[in-house]
T-cell receptor
Framework: ETGVTQSPTHLIKTRGQQVTLRCSSQ?????VSWYQQALGQGPQFIFQ???????GRGNFPPRFSGLQFPNYSSELNVNALELDDSALYLC??????????????FGPGTRLTVL | KQEVTQIPAALSVPEGENLVLNCSFT??????LQWFRQDPGKGLTSLLL???SQREQTSGRLNASLDKSSGRSTLYIAASQPGDSATYLC??????????WGAGTKLIIKP
């Protein structure tokens, strides 16, 4: 059984650019959740997808968007990057319709640095 | 607005000691409470999930309790080992099905 994978591992961008982060869910999981973790803080919920539909969103602006594909892999897109977007971005997969109702399995994260 | 606080922010203890990590939350309307560990530069590993109707959960040397009415949870680690060194985070699943996280307790177990 393959765990949750994320790519790339590290990324450096400049302000105003756009970025796409990718996540491959654990086999058999149809819910994916994305989190942003700033240095020294706990993660913050961005949004989650269940069977290709967004079914929950945290307090993040519309320039944060996502997709979930039929094979349950997922993308997080961030437009018009700001310095404060520098963080570790984590995705997690689970089986429940609502992420967090059962055990979530996390990927290793993508470290994004915005200069 | 749900807020989660973890005390202490950092803890250093000798190997073999039993220890308690604390987590408090402001709104008792939660579906569950979860404890995770995070190793440096890595993702999160789920340790224990306590449903709102439960009082505690155990896994090996770990025991987590939940007192929803007082907004508190504790994670008890028995016979600590150097491999337990990590940051421990708690999170509550709020009424909007969003996980709200604490900032974590950084634990160092000295050999």
């Amino acid at each position: 059984e393959t765990g949750v994978t994320q790519s790339p591992t590290h990324l450096i961008k400049t302000r105003g650019q756009q970025v796409t982060l990718r996540c491959s869910s654990q086999s058999g999981h149809n819910t994916v959740s994305w989190y942003q973790q700033a240095l020294g803080q706990g993660p913050q919920f961005i949004f989650q997808y269940y069977r290709e539909e967004e079914n929950g969103r945290g307090n993040f602006p519309p320039r944060f968007s996502g997709l979930q594909f039929p094979n349950y892999s997922s993308e997080l897109n961030v437009n018009a990057l700001e310095l404060d977007d520098s963080a570790l971005y984590l995705c997690a997969s689970s089986t429940g319709q609502r992420g967090g109702t059962d055990t979530q399995y996390f990927g290793p994260g993508t470290r994004l640095t915005v200069l | 607005k749900q807020e989660v606080t973890q005390i202490p922010a950092a803890l250093s203890v000798p190997e073999g000691e039993n220890l308690v990590l604390n987590c408090s939350f402001t709104d008792s309307a939660i579906y569950n409470l979860q404890w995770f560990r995070q190793d440096p530069g890595k993702g999160l590993t789920s340790l224990l999930l306590i449903q709102s109707s439960q009082r505690e959960q155990t896994s090996g040397r770990l025991n987590a309790s939940l007192d929803k009415s007082s907004g508190r949870s504790t994670l008890y680690i028995a016979a600590s080992q150097p491999g337990d060194s990590a940051t421990y985070l708690c999170a509550v699943l709020d009424s909007n099905y969003q996980l709200i996280w604490g900032a974590g307790t950084k634990l160092i177990i000295k050999p």
